[in-house]
């Protein structure tokens, strides 16, 4: 049974880019939300997005879009990138969109120069 | 607003029993999750309450007192293995699908 997997797990660019992570959910999983991790803090929620809709979403600004698609894999985009953008890219995905159990990947590190 | 307060981290050594404190303050409230994360790994999900209570999960306990706003997570029979960091995380009620992070609690195991 997979897990959530996360593409690319290191990433490296310049102020000013664009970036765009991928996610895949756990077999069976219909819900995907996404966390930015900055070093020794807790993950902060981004967005999640449940039936290829953006159902929540935190305190990010616009530059921070996602898409969902019919088989439930999501993509994080992020635009203009900030030096302040650099941190863990987190993906969890559930079973509905009721957070009493997540399932989170690896990461995606995210490093901007 | 939402905020949640946890110790930034605990010592003990092996096999003694710690308590990790979290106080939450959410309008309205769902439940209280807690997720263990080791260096450069995923969050992994421990357990979660709803109710008023302590739930047990094998050396994990996670204890909820609404009126309080205040839970724990209780790990006894500390291993080396259970070095890592601990966050509480809050589902409130008007973000349905939104989890809110602590800090977390940098949990050291010595020999």
């Known amino acids: 049974d997979a897990g959530v997997t996360q593409s690319p797990t290191h990433l490296i660019k310049t102020r000013g880019q664009q970036v765009t992570l991928r996610c895949s959910p756990k077999?069976?999983?219909?819900?995907v939300s996404w966390y930015q991790q900055a070093l020794g803090q807790g993950p902060q929620f981004i967005f999640q997005?449940?039936?290829?809709?953006?159902?929540q979403r935190g305190n990010f600004p616009d530059r921070f879009s996602g898409h969902q698609f019919p088989n439930y894999s999501s993509e994080l985009n992020v635009n203009a990138l900030l030096l302040g953008d650099s941190a863990l890219y987190l993906c969890?995905?559930?079973?509905?969109?009721?957070?009493?159990?997540?399932?989170f990947g690896p990461g995606t590190r995210l490093t901007v120069t | 607003g939402q905020s949640l307060e946890q110790p930034s981290e605990v010592t003990a050594v092996e096999g003694a029993i710690v308590q990790i404190n979290c106080t939450y303050q959410?309008?309205?409230?769902?439940?209280l999750s807690w997720y263990q994360q080791h260096d450069g790994g995923a969050p992994t999900f421990l357990s979660y309450?709803?109710?008023?209570g302590l739930e047990e999960t094998g050396r994990f306990s996670s204890f909820l007192s609404r009126s309080d706003s205040y839970g724990y997570l209780l790990l006894q029979e500390l291993q080396m293995k259970d070095s890592a960091s601990y966050f509480c995380?809050?589902?409130?009620?008007?973000?349905?699908?939104?989890?809110?992070f602590g800090a977390g609690t940098q949990v050291v195991v010595t020999p």
């Open positions: 077999s069976g999983h219909d819900t």
């Open positions: 309450n709803a109710l008023d």
């Open positions: 995380a809050v589902r409130a009620a008007d973000s349905w699908g939104k989890l809110q």
């Open positions: 969890a995905s559930s079973l509905g969109t009721g957070v009493r159990e997540q399932y």
């Open positions: 997005y449940y039936e290829e809709e953006e159902r």
């Open positions: 959410t309008s309205g409230f769902y439940g």
